[in-house]
């Protein structure tokens, strides 16, 4: 790994925290498998199957649809090529625009946290690299979903294209307004801390559907809000710490 990019991955290790934990806990050489150091190439397959076991499984996700499409999802075709080694372990890894990969174990628990399934329509706020889109695509779920940052929203665009997930729509632009065409949805997943929950998004919520989304400033929480026939309820899971949501988003915090 290049120094710069050692550098953005350690400065992320610092603020990256769940629950009171480093969200990233054996990035270079943890329980996941260290690939570092060797010519052959990996057995992806093998470390998918122990980053399910070792950090999803034993984290308390159960949802065999949730697993086994973390289990499939190739995660190193969704990081650059150097740092593909670290792609199943635990923690957050650096991707295009100065941006990161979730650590593995919250992109499941945040899939599970939708409680959607094969037939079901999703709209994710912030693409990123297109691996959260990849894992519900992968459970049969149709995706829309918006990434506000051009070289990302072409890139990922261009990966999903590739890898053939063809039930994933991309659109590139400002998510704080969902995608009202599509609407509504039974799920909703915000990959980017708003300081409030977007009004738009409440309103493109299916009745019955979730919302999983991390909210606040410095000290954010998931949450997971759900639409009923007379309102909404919501419910905080754990504390996490997700990039601030840009855009209208960050104008309406001023």
Known sequence: MRPGWRR????????AVV???TMACGLFGGKAGNTAGSKESPDWKALRERMVRDQIEARGVRDPK???AMRAVPREKFVPENVQRYAYEDGPLPIEDGQT?????????MTELLEVGSGDKVLEIGTGSGYQSAVLAAMGVEVFTIEIRPLLCRTARERLRKLGYDS??????????GWPEAAPFDGIIVT???????????????VGGHMVIPVGAFYQELKVITRSESGYE????????????TGQAERDAQ
């Open 192 to 206: 980017a801390a708003p300081e409030r929950v977007p009004d738009p998004l409440l309103d493109q919520l299916k």
């Open 66 to 68: 949730v697993l086994e």
């Open 19 to 21: 629950g009171g934990s």
């Open 101 to 109: 990969i979730s650590q593995p174990y919250i992109v499941a628990l």
């Open 8 to 15: 953005l991955v350690v400065a992320m290790l610092a603020i």
């Open 168 to 177: 994933v729509h991309v659109r590139c632009g400002d998510g704080y307004g």
């Open 234 to 245: 919501e419910r905080s899971v754990v504390p996490v710490r997700f990039v601030p949501m």
